[in-house]
């Protein structure tokens, strides 16, 4: 009966090491590039492989259906005089939603073609920096710099007809000179009801919330922090414990250091990978869906770069400079810039 056992226990370990997923080597990629035309696009949202929206610099909302052979794109004035910067775009599975940046802030749902302005916000300081829904679609939230003594954060509870502040004695307190960054609508991540956020310039910590963020936790990182360019740009997460961060200093951008870490304990503890070595600035991490956390991109103005061990190690894969990546699945990413949208396929 132990030698039974003891087979059994072994065929099920051959089994379950080949069912191990084998991160792929990449050296390097290629990236088919779309132009558009006088703007500047921080925010995408993928459906598909042949399907992309994007929010950019000029008031403009745009998107393909057919792989990029045709675009198209609303362009929207507030009071037929000001032209909102979208930098933030998020999606609810039936409407799209654009948060400018600077003063007024300006939220705009975007329906079957039509835009309708849900919320906006008067403050020389206001600058909104990222969107995104939870899981459920019901639930949103949106940050930005501070205004008072507290980071500015949105919520939404009926999948963003209405959006409401959340007062500053229900958030941490926020420390000097200490803000965020819209490079690319991703320092700024949820799964399920937890949300992470992510901020840099006289410190860079992690803000956490469990429950849609009606109550937060403050957790400090080792990352470059103290100026105002440097801090945390982009973070995200593979499962409730295993995050990532990327960043640096965008004045500096060619210096890697304390500009990369990862979590194993939900964002409560970072160290920092990669030390001194590649990449240096990037304003985008992501990691690439069913590979085990195993698959890493990021994305800046110096260019592309790969980690097949969950950032422990990169490899600089293109010098396209990108300010954000999402991914369709393991195979194909879409990828947003100055002027242009990119197409990324792994096959």
């Known amino acids: ?5 003891v087979i059994i226990f072994a065929f099920l370990l051959l089994i379950s090491c080949k069912q191990e997923y084998q991160p792929r ?6 990236i088919k590039e779309f132009k558009i035309e006088d703007s500047s696009i921080r925010a995408i949202q993928v459906l598909d492989s042949t399907s992309v929206f994007y929010a950019g610099s000029k008031g403009d909302v745009g998107f393909t259906t057919n792989r990029g052979a045709l675009w198209n794109a609303l362009h929207i004035k507030y009071k037929d005089s000001i032209t909102p910067h979208f930098r933030s775009l998020a999606f609810n599975g039936n409407d799209y939603f654009a948060l400018s940046i600077g003063n007024p802030a300006l939220l705009y749902k975007i329906s079957d ?3 309708t302005l849900v919320y906006t916000e008067e403050n020389e300081k206001v600058f909104y920096d990222a969107l995104t829904f939870f899981d459920d679609n019901l639930h949103g939230i949106a ?4 205004t008072e003594n507290c980071a500015s954060i949105l ?6 007809e209405t959006w409401n ?6 958030l941490p307190e926020i420390t000097k000179d200490e803000a965020f960054f819209a490079a690319s609508n991703t320092n700024i991540a949820t799964i399920g009801s937890t949300v ?3 901020s840099g310039g006289g410190k860079a910590r992690i803000l956490k919330a469990t429950n849609y963020g009606k109550s937060w936790q403050v957790f400090e990182t080792p990352f470059v922090q103290g100026n105002g360019p440097q801090g945390i740009y ?7 414990n295993n995050g990532i961060a990327i960043g640096g200093d965008y004045s500096k951008p060619k210096e890697n250091i304390a500009n990369k870490a990862v979590t194993t304990d939900g964002g409560k503890t970072w160290t920092i990978v990669a030390n001194g070595k590649s990449p240096n600035y990037k304003s985008c991490v992501q990691y690439v869906p069913n590979t085990n956390g195993k698959e890493v991109f990021a994305v800046g103005k110096t260019g592309v770069s790969f980690s097949n061990d969950g950032g422990k190690t990169w490899k600089d894969v293109s010098k396209d400079g990108y300010y954000s990546i999402q991914f369709v699945d393991k195979n194909n990413a879409w990828l947003s810039g100055h002027h242009k949208i990119g197409k990324l396929n792994l096959q």
Do not use: L
């Open 143 to 146: 940050v930005g710099d501070p």
């Open 113 to 115: 073609g039509n835009f």
């Open 234 to 240: 982009s973070i995200d997460f593979y499962d409730k």
């Open 1 to 5: 009966m132990k030698r039974i056992i």
């Open 165 to 170: 502040k959340i007062p500053c004695e229900n």
């Open 155 to 160: 919520i939404t509870e009926d999948g963003g």
């Open 25 to 30: 080597n990449i050296e390097t990629i290629s």
């Open 196 to 198: 992470w956020i992510a």
